[in-house]
């Protein structure tokens, strides 16, 4: 009997292709994974240092102030300071005198919507189309944006203030829904957000060339043909 030991398999040796395949789907699964907990991480992260910014700007406005002193005089009346209890009545006394003037409410102006059809870009491309309308809106309010957009991570633009609607891609769907044409989804799709948002306006943007602010703020309907990121329907 010899004893020189049995050399062991290697580690590619020891591995069936399927075996390895499968653990190369499993380690970009949990890389997708990672990446989309890190954007929701980020967008949480906004989301706080917006609240603070709000406690912070309440709690220095006047009627905050007003409201604790109220609480103070409320919870201990004698041990508050007669000077407060001047401030309080002097307070009251100059909202009383300032009667607010019945003013007609001036009747809502209906803005035309326009459907910018967004697909084929990214997250980071999505959002910066989307941060440029929003901007453009702000400079001059003549219309209400939908965005439709094919991108999976849509839901964390959703505070931007802008109505986004979503459509799976050409591969997912053809991927999970052969016996349906994608083209015939996407002409539905576009049809009922005409139809539920009375779409005044469709603009297709193009994914190679997204339009930016100073593109946005010129009037689409004037626009030259040699504009590729704003095609009009």
Known sequence: MSDTPTPLPLLGEELEPARMEALVVRLRTVEQERDAWR??????AEERDEERAMVRQLRGSGSYRLGRALVS???????????LLRRLASRVRRRKAKSPRKTRKATPKTLPTHLYVALGLDLPALRSFVLAV???LLVEADH???????????????????????????QSWQRHRPARPWDGVLAERLA????DHTVAQVIFVDP??????????RKTDTTP?????LQQM
Do not use: N, W
């Open 39 to 44: 954007q929701r991480h980020a967008g949480a």
């Open 73 to 83: 005089f409320v919870r201990d009346p004698l041990r508050s300071s007669p000077r």
């Open 134 to 136: 929003q901007q453009r």
């Open 144 to 170: 209400r944006a939908v965005v439709l957009t094919d991108e999976p991570s849509f839901s964390l633009l959703r505070k931007v203030g802008l109505i986004i609607e979503y459509l799976p891609d050409r």
């Open 192 to 195: 009922h957000l005409c139809r």
């Open 208 to 217: 190679d060339h997204p339009p930016v602010l100073a593109e946005l703020l």
């Open 225 to 229: 043909p040699v504009q590729r990121s």
